[in-house]
């Protein structure tokens, strides 16, 4: 049985700078809100809802492994409200040396709205990049 990744958006993430809790027993812990959020797709197109936080609260463990877990409400371009929360990994380990890492996310979705309940039941997983100030992921369903 093979694993077939359909392409469902592209994810792009604007995060304002981080509050900096330091080194804690979990690794060292960074809340980073996000200034934007807007995902592009064929199935889906919705940004951040303006009025819900949204933030990532990001552990960098002692391996520097950064633990991404991100939580955002967006509103589709039709009216819909769509809770994403994802969990996801990076080598930090050159990023302090000015090395480059992928993102790796896997989001899931909470909603209500009967027209996009089909995201209530799959499975995603995504690969993103940092671009300056912005990250930018490419996110698939999978079958």
Known sequence: MNLELIPLFTLTVRP????DLGVTPA????????????LQGERIR????EDVAAANWLDITPDKTALVDIRVTVETEDGALIYMQYQG??????V???????VYITPYFET???????LNKIVAVGKGTV???????EVYEVR
């Open 112 to 118: 209500s709205d009967e027209r996009y309940a089909w």
């Open 27 to 38: 690794g060292h812990r960074l809340m980073v809100e996000l200034a934007e959020v807007v």
């Open 89 to 94: 990994r990076r080598d930090f380990t050159h």
């Open 46 to 49: 919705a940004k951040k809802r």
């Open 131 to 137: 671009v300056g100030n912005t990250r930018v992921y």
């Open 16 to 19: 304002v700078p981080p509050v």
């Open 96 to 102: 302090y040396e000015g090395v480059d890492a992928p």
